[in-house]
């Protein structure tokens, strides 16, 4: 069963950075396409980055290409958000959740993943 804790978030200032991190205490994901997610306040949920669970696939959301980066190790079934050059835009809360397993692609919507961290906050001042 998968149970994915993220970790990572806080307050930054503008220009900083940051690494979130999903570990899965059910020990699954190394077999799951991963993707992140953000939730601003009064906004809907939004994706930021994903990578399947061989790494050979990422993507990204157009607002955090060039900024953002997904990794994973799954021999610790953890994944990895690592964020630079963060703009206040960024503040939100980040999920983490995962898909189906042995995915090849990276889905972009909420209906493409099955289970879902609690979220950790990011708060980006200006």
């Known amino acids: 069963q998968v149970q994915l804790v993220e970790s990572g978030g806080g307050l930054v200032q503008a220009g900083g950075s940051l690494r979130l991190s999903c570990a899965d205490l059910?020990?699954?994901?190394?077999?799951?396409?991963m993707g992140w997610f953000r939730q601003a306040p009064g906004k809907a949920r939004d994706f930021v980055a994903g990578?399947?669970?061989?790494?050979?696939?990422?993507s990204y959301a157009d607002s955090v290409k060039g900024r953002f980066a997904i990794s994973r190790d799954n021999a610790k079934n953890t994944v990895f958000l690592q964020m630079i050059g963060l703009k206040p835009e960024d503040t939100a809360v980040y999920y983490c959740?995962?898909?189906?397993?042995?995915?090849?692609?990276?889905?972009?919507?909420?209906?493409?993943?099955?289970?879902w961290g609690q979220g950790t906050p990011v708060t980006v001042s200006s």
């Open positions: 959740a995962a898909s189906t397993p042995f995915g090849t692609s990276v889905g972009h919507t909420e209906t493409q993943y099955d289970s």
């Open positions: 059910g020990r699954t994901i190394s077999i799951r396409t």
């Open positions: 990578i399947t669970w061989t790494s050979q696939t990422s």
